[in-house]
């Protein structure tokens, strides 16, 4: 990158935490903005547009292989943690509107991020990145391509992004299947199905049921099923779905209001629960990272993806910042080595946490390969309420006070490092 020279002046606004921020014009960026490409626009990448819009003297622009961006008729949950950051994202009042209406969050992050970021350019299909020490490249399927400073892969489960860099990853199909469905509310009406008004988890010993209304007159079940117990889920692609027409037979004898739910659903959809190994960074040659799926594959397991995939841009948002504030304090526009230091911060924030998560889901799954449909006894059902995977710490998450004692630890160590004497690099603080 080349800059014209910083111009440091007086005037500051207030950034986070009430601390100084250079607008792009006093730190001279306005002619040469560091140049951003977000791959992919599901919940990572939206979020990281919007967290990223706050940061000045950044110039994003939004990719997609999709011809549109609709939503697929499938219901999410989002948990309170990543509501957390998409309200202090100035989304509260939207999201609060959203309430039981999952399905619409990604078109308002969508929304959002085309707002900051301009329109997110489609049917651009990833097929290759490369990173260098003087940028990055991104090639398209169509032929063209994309060169700047640094690359957000957010292309999902499947990410080329992650192919480019890590060849040998592999993903693979779980023990279980998820299936979902949304239908008219008259579906239980018409059948005289009574189910509570809110959502509700329904364990079983190897399988489960979750109930749920969305926004008014629409209803959806999820059913969560070993694979064997579903003619053709093991060949089935993600996403790729298939109708399941006999569900009514796998919660036969389940509790009457559910079993008969079963019989009068209209056919699900299957998703396999595929899942991927942990990676050993979030960020490649300090100019790529890696986000939501693309950065870590767990299944359906815990119903987190999408939670995870929206702290993931936040927190991105809050280490560029970080790195931009800093460069703004010394009176300088940001370089490569910050992008780098931005990364750096990133995979301290999130490698850790999100790969706390995998290993959950990869032992939720050896686990469930292991159970069968016995009706557990007392001693059995208390066996597993104390030994079973506890996961309150990813609700409880709240990424921007780790991301604070990510800096804070850095500044400490920094600070130890020269009291000692010791050369702290310019990559990291
Ligand atoms: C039916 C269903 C229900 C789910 N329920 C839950 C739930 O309740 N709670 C939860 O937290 N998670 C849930 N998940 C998982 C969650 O949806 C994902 O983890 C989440 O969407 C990941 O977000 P992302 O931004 O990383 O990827 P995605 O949302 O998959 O977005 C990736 C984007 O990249 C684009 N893309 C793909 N390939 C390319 C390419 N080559 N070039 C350019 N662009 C590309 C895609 O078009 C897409 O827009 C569910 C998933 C499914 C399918």
Redesign the pocket.
């Given at each position: 990158m080349t800059h014209t020279a910083p111009q440091p002046s007086s005037e500051k606004t207030e950034g986070r935490h009430g601390r100084p921020r250079w607008s792009a014009r006093d730190r001279g960026l306005q002619e040469h903005p560091v140049r951003i490409a977000i791959?992919?626009?599901?919940?990572?990448?939206t979020t990281a547009a919007i967290s990223l819009s706050q940061v000045p003297g950044l110039h994003v622009e939004l990719?997609?292989?999709?011809s549109e961006l609709r939503e697929?008729g499938?219901s999410?949950?989002?948990q309170p943690c990543a509501l957390r950051c998409l309200e202090k994202l100035g989304l509260g009042q939207e999201v609060d509107a959203l309430a039981y209406r999952h399905g619409e969050y990604p078109l308002l992050l969508v929304k959002h991020a085309e707002e900051k970021a301009g329109p997110v350019r489609l049917l651009?299909?990833?097929a290759a990145v490369k990173s260098s020490v003087e940028g990055v490249r991104v090639r398209f399927e169509d032929g063209t391509e994309w060169s700047g400073d640094m690359v957000i892969g957010?292309?999902?489960?499947?990410s080329?992004t992650r192919a480019s860099f890590y060849p040998d990853y592999k993903i693979g199909r779980g023990v279980s299947v998820t299936l979902?469905g949304v239908f008219p509310t008259s579906v239980l009406e018409d059948a005289g199905i009574q189910l509570p008004p809110e959502p509700c988890h329904w364990p079983g010993p190897d399988r489960s049921l979750f109930t749920s209304p969305l926004k008014p007159g629409l209803f959806t079940l999820v059913a969560f099923v070993p694979t064997r117990l579903i003619p053709g889920a093991d060949i089935v692609g993600w996403?790729a779905a298939t109708e399941v027409t006999d569900l009514a037979s796998v919660f036969k004898g389940w509790y009457p209001p559910l079993a008969k739910l079963c019989a009068v659903a209209p056919p699900l959809k299957i998703?396999p629960d595929w899942n991927g190994p942990t990676l050993p960074s979030l960020t490649v040659g300090g100019r790529v990272a890696l986000?939501?799926?693309?950065g870590h594959c767990h299944g359906?397991a815990f119903?987190?993806?999408?939670?995870l995939?929206i702290e993931d841009g936040y927190t991105l948002g809050l280490c560029v910042d970080e790195v931009a504030q800093r460069a703004a304090l010394e009176g300088r526009p940001m370089e490569g080595n910050d992008i780098a230091t931005a990364l750096s911060l990133f995979d301290k924030c999130r490698l850790r946490h999100v790969n706390r998560l995998v290993a959950a889901a990869h032992s939720l799954r050896d686990r469930r390969a292991q159970k069968d449909n016995h009706v557990a006894s007392e001693a059995e059902i208390n066996a597993y309420v104390t030994t079973h995977a506890d996961v309150a710490w990813l609700a409880d998450n709240d990424a921007e006070a780790v991301f604070d004692q990510v800096v804070a630890n850095e500044l400490l160590a920094k600070a130890v490092d020269e009291s000692l004497g010791r050369d702290t690099g310019t990559a990291e603080v």
């Open positions: 791959l992919g626009v599901g919940y990572a990448g990719f997609d292989a999709a697929i499938a999410i949950g989002i651009k299909r990833v957010s292309d999902g489960i499947r080329p979902r996403g998703y986000l939501g799926d693309a359906g119903a987190a993806g999408g939670t995939a």
